[in-house]
């Protein structure tokens, strides 16, 4: 699947684009409205992550131009918050919105709702992942030990879900504030400890003795598989 991903923050651009190729997609970038108009229609994209406020042509703009030629389906990436903001981005065309910051675990399962919703991933992805005895389904964002709910907190799906996609490798609790908890608690890394914690309670048939989320002494957590 092709994305086509156009900001004018270079660094933040060059971050989706890693956490999407590392997810199997192909990805085409741009800096502004108009390179993001030529690209959908000379490249073809399955799916448009789009920022609204970029020289040359705005994000709203280019997205009403695009809508002249194509269904592909736009994320719109704004750091307006307000719902009559929204509610010009959907008038535009936008199928979604996104308010930055955002977490990049967030984007990528809007992506692939967005990708499903449209049909136009054909090979997509199953929206279960399971390893051993604990199942997460990625559109319901609902968690499962041993086909039994278990509920779970936004911040704790999201860590298991990181976790889950990158069986056995361990990271660090630096590594997992960065990624999962972005700009909001950087300074305080015991809130990883803690949400490990609970999820083992939520999730470990023996909180005390995990089967699953593990602890590398002295580096980090990983998920055993």
Sequence with gaps: MKILVVDDEALLVKGIRFNL?????EVITG????????????????????????PEMDGLTACARIREFSNVPIILLTAKTSDMDKLIGFDH????????????????????????????DSKAESNQLTIGSITLDLDSRNAYR?????????KEFDVIEHLMRNPNRVYSRENLLDTIWAYEYRSDIRTVDVHIR???????ENPAEPNYIM???????????
């Design 215 to 225: 602890t590398k002494w002295g580096v980090g957590y990983y998920f055993r598989k």
């Design 146 to 154: 041993a086909d039994q709910l278990v509920e779970l907190t936004a």
């Design 31 to 54: 800096s502004n409205g108009l390179e993001a108009v030529q690209a959908a229609q000379s490249q073809m994209p399955d799916l448009i992550v789009l920022d609204v406020m970029m």
């Design 21 to 25: 190729q590392n997810e199997g997609y």
């Design 198 to 204: 609970r999820l083992r309670e939520k999730l470990e």
């Design 93 to 120: 065309g936008a199928d979604d919105y996104l308010t930055k910051p955002f977490n990049i675990l967030e984007l990528k399962a809007r992506i692939r709702a967005l990708l499903r919703r449209s049909g136009a």
